[in-house]
């Protein structure tokens, strides 16, 4: 992708995963807010680029509705993928960050017909593969909101299904099936749709948990942190992108 973006999509599952990107808009007075199909369609102007902000609400099956209006009806050339997820590999740890080399559905399931896990049956790609300009930018973002060094960004494949995942057994069943560095329930349904749209991608998670036992005495903790730490790196994401660089 090497044109200049004119429009991005920012999708966020949760509120607490796109409040701060609203929150610019509404105080550089661009907000404009659309309802539509279930959704809020946050339209205006983060960090000198046009930016359509949207809660698709959690799962697959929101998230791949809200990418496809926001590719028809807004009319985005990229979407950028923002949030929250589970630790998988890549030495991941609380607050780190993963973006997507590219992104699986970890509970695609054919097997019985002879396909691998995750392996989508009849389609040519179920491994999504992310925009590479945008994996450089969300990289250099990242370093930048990342002052104290102390915080590291691992890029690799993000695996997403229908579950949270808050056991031990299950993480390993995920990591033996497809090897991600996180997993979450969106991510590779907005990749899927912008596969399908001939749509540059990417997904940019902060770690807020280690998708495994000790889930239920950190998630609720973290939460707001990671998802507000994975925002600031999107804002200085659209510096970089901004068709003036
Ligand atoms: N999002 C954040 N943590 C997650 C987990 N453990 N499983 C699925 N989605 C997540």
């Given at each position: 992708?090497?044109?200049?973006?004119?429009?991005?999509?920012i999708?966020g599952?949760?509120d607490s995963e796109i409040s701060v990107l609203r929150s610019i808009?509404?105080?550089?007075?661009?907000?404009?807010?659309?309802?539509?199909?279930?959704?809020?369609?946050?339209?205006?102007?983060i960090?000198?680029?046009?930016?359509?902000v949207?809660?698709?609400?959690?799962?697959?099956?929101?998230?791949?509705?809200?990418?496809?209006?926001?590719?028809?009806?807004?009319?985005?050339?990229?979407?950028i993928?923002t949030g929250i997820?589970?630790?998988?590999?890549?030495?991941?740890?609380?607050?780190?960050m993963?973006?997507?080399?590219?992104?699986?559905?970890?509970?695609?399931?054919?097997?019985?017909?002879?396909?691998?896990?995750?392996?989508?049956?009849?389609?040519?790609?179920?491994?999504?593969?992310?925009?590479?300009?945008?994996?450089?930018?969300?990289?250099?973002a990242?370093?930048?909101t990342?002052?104290?060094?102390?915080?590291?960004?691992?890029?690799?494949?993000?695996?997403?299904?229908?579950?949270?995942?808050?056991?031990?057994?299950?993480?390993?069943?995920?990591?033996?099936?497809?090897?991600?560095?996180?997993?979450?329930?969106?991510?590779?349904?907005?990749?899927?749709?912008?596969?399908?749209?001939?749509?540059?991608?990417?997904?940019l998670r902060c770690?807020?948990?280690?998708?495994?036992?000790?889930?239920?005495?950190?998630?609720?903790?973290?939460?707001e942190t990671a998802a507000e730490e994975s925002s600031k790196a999107v804002i200085e994401m659209l510096?970089?992108?901004?068709?003036?660089?």
């Amino acid at each position: 992708m090497e044109k200049c973006i004119k429009k991005i999509g920012i999708i966020g599952a949760m509120d607490s995963e796109i409040s701060v990107l609203r929150s610019i808009m509404k105080e550089n007075g661009s907000l404009k807010q659309t309802e539509a199909g279930n959704c809020t369609f946050n339209e205006g102007v983060i960090n000198g680029v046009s930016a359509v902000v949207v809660k698709s609400g959690v799962g697959k099956v929101n998230a791949a509705l809200c990418a496809q209006r926001l590719i028809l009806q807004f009319g985005v050339d990229a979407v950028i993928n923002t949030g929250i997820a589970g630790a998988m590999g890549g030495n991941l740890c609380i607050f780190d960050m993963a973006v997507s080399t590219d992104a699986v559905y970890h509970d695609m399931d054919a097997v019985e017909f002879g396909y691998k896990p995750t392996e989508i049956p009849q389609m040519k790609v179920s491994a999504f593969p992310a925009d590479e300009r945008l994996i450089k930018a969300a990289k250099s973002a990242f370093e930048k909101t990342n002052k104290s060094g102390e915080r590291k960004i691992v890029a690799g494949r993000v695996a997403t299904g229908d579950q949270f995942v808050a056991e031990k057994a299950v993480k390993n069943h995920i990591k033996e099936i497809c090897s991600p560095v996180c997993v979450e329930m969106e991510g590779a349904a907005i990749a899927h749709t912008c596969y399908v749209n001939c749509i540059p991608y990417v997904i940019l998670r902060c770690i807020s948990d280690m998708a495994d036992d000790t889930v239920k005495a950190t998630y609720s903790f973290n939460e707001e942190t990671a998802a507000e730490e994975s925002s600031k790196a999107v804002i200085e994401m659209l510096a970089e992108l901004s068709c003036g660089n």
